[in-house]
Antibody, heavy 121, light 111 residues
Framework: EVQLVESGGGLVQPGGSLRLSCAAS????????MTWVRQAPGKGLEWISG????????FYAASVKGRYTISRDNSKNTLYLQMNGLRVEDTAVYYC??????????????WGQGTLVTVSS | QSVLTQPPSASGTPGQRVTISCSGS????????VNWYQQFPGTAPKLLIY???QRPSGVPDRFSGSNSGTSASLAISGLQSDDEADYYC????????????FGGGTKLTVL
C-alpha cells in the first residue's frame, strides 16, 4: 500500500523558513516524479513544484519560484520542500502527491494527509 | 485567477446527469491530458479521471471524462447525495518551462 506522510509544517513569521518532508513507502520511489500541491484555507488546489524521479528535472509555479526549493533523497524515499521568504499568502495545507503513471501529467492517485503551514506575525 | 476555468458551482437532483466544464488553452488542455479530482472538506483530493477519460480502479463508471480542443468536461450520471463535493480539473501547461495547473474548482450541490 502506497503511503505518503508529510511533516514539518507549523507557525512561522513572515520572512521565515520551513522545511517540509514527505516520507514515501509502498512503491519504487525513484521511478516516479513527485509533486507538492497546496491549498489555502477555503481555496482551491495549487500545483507548486515537481521533481523528476532522478531529481534532475525540477519545475516551479511562478508564485514560489526563487523562494522554494524542491529536492528528494531516493536513498531515504523522502521528498523535501525548503520554503524561504515565507509570506502570509503562503498559508496553506501542503500535500505531497504521487502520479498514477510516471509522467508529469498531474494525475495523482496518492496523496499525503497534508501538513499545515501558517505564516503570521 | 486559475489557468483552467471552471464554473464555481453546479447542482442537480438525485438520479440526474450533471456536467462540469473546464476551459483551458492550447498550452494545456489543447496539447496535454486532463485529470479530474473529487474533494470532500478536510480531506485530500481523490483522482476520478486521468488521461482525459480513464478511471482509476475503484471509481464508478457513473463518472466519465471527455475533452475537445481546449476544453474538457466531467460528467456524473445517476447523481447521488454523496457526490456533493468539490471537483477540480488539472493538466500540464507547457507555458514557459512548464508546470501543472488546476482549475479553480466547482462546488457540486445535490438538491
Amino acid at each position: 500500500e502506497v503511503q505518503l506522510v508529510e511533516s514539518g509544517g507549523g507557525l512561522v513569521q513572515p520572512g521565515g523558513s520551513l522545511r517540509l518532508s514527505c516520507a514515501a513507502s509502498g512503491f519504487t520511489f525513484s521511478n516516479y516524479p513527485m509533486t507538492w500541491v497546496r491549498q489555502a484555507p477555503g481555496k482551491g488546489l495549487e500545483w507548486i513544484s515537481g521533481v523528476s524521479g532522478s531529481g534532475s528535472g525540477i519545475f516551479y509555479a511562478a508564485s514560489v519560484k526563487g523562494r522554494y526549493t524542491i529536492s528528494r533523497d531516493n536513498s531515504k524515499n523522502t521528498l523535501y520542500l525548503q520554503m524561504n521568504g515565507l509570506r502570509v499568502e503562503d498559508t496553506a495545507v501542503y500535500y505531497c502527491a504521487k502520479p498514477l503513471r510516471s509522467t508529469w501529467s498531474p494525475g495523482f492517485d496518492s496523496w499525503g494527509q497534508g501538513t499545515l503551514v501558517t505564516v503570521s506575525s | 485567477q486559475s489557468v483552467l476555468t471552471q464554473p464555481p458551482s453546479a447542482s442537480g437532483t438525485p438520479g440526474q446527469r450533471v456536467t462540469i466544464s473546464c476551459s483551458g488553452s492550447s498550452s494545456n488542455i489543447g496539447r496535454n491530458s486532463v485529470n479530474w479530482y473529487q474533494q470532500f472538506p478536510g480531506t485530500a483530493p481523490k483522482l476520478l479521471i486521468y488521461s482525459n477519460n480513464q478511471r482509476p480502479s475503484g471509481v464508478p463508471d457513473r463518472f466519465s471524462g471527455s475533452n475537445s480542443g481546449t476544453s474538457a468536461s466531467l460528467a456524473i450520471s445517476g447523481l447521488q447525495s454523496d457526490d456533493e463535493a468539490d471537483y477540480y480539473c488539472a493538466a500540464w501547461d507547457d507555458t514557459l518551462s512548464g508546470q501543472g495547473v488546476f482549475g479553480g474548482g466547482t462546488k457540486l450541490t445535490v438538491l
